[in-house]
């Protein structure tokens, strides 16, 4: 049972990634959403602004942790020696993400990261 549970929650968290950053820009209605993939404040600092390189870099990131969680997941339900690695780096990949995009509606996908990877550093 806890297998399925911690299998289903690296594969809930993983592909929460891909809407968030491959979502059409802009919000409902005409509103602005509150958070915009197409801007980095790293890359803004670094005077990148180019949207959709930007936005580009941040999709290939989301989709990089969507795969790389998805298959720690899969490592789970095999109990395969290669969970470790697989979480790891999905995490590592998941919190750069969330670092080089930060916003605050992130900060829960940040402590979702820490929190596998504690459980990995733990086990």
């Not at 969330?98 to 605050?104: G, T």
């Not at 990261?113 to 504690?118: E, N, P, R």
């Amino acid at each position: 049972m806890a297998t399925a549970l911690i299998a289903a929650f690296l594969i809930a968290h993983g592909l929460v990634h891909l809407p968030v950053w491959l979502a059409p820009a802009g919000g409902a209605a005409g509103r602005p959403a509150p958070f915009d993939p197409r801007r980095s404040w790293v890359f803004a600092a670094a005077r990148l602004p180019q949207p959709r390189a930007v936005r580009r870099a941040g999709a290939g990131l989301a989709a990089a942790a969507a795969v790389l969680y998805v298959f720690s997941a899969a490592a789970v339900a095999a109990h395969s020696a290669a969970l470790a690695d697989l979480a790891v780096s999905a995490a590592l990949v998941g919190l750069t993400l969330k670092v080089l995009w930060f916003h605050p509606w992130l900060s829960m996908g940040v402590v979702l990261d820490v929190v596998v990877l504690v459980a990995i550093g733990a086990s």
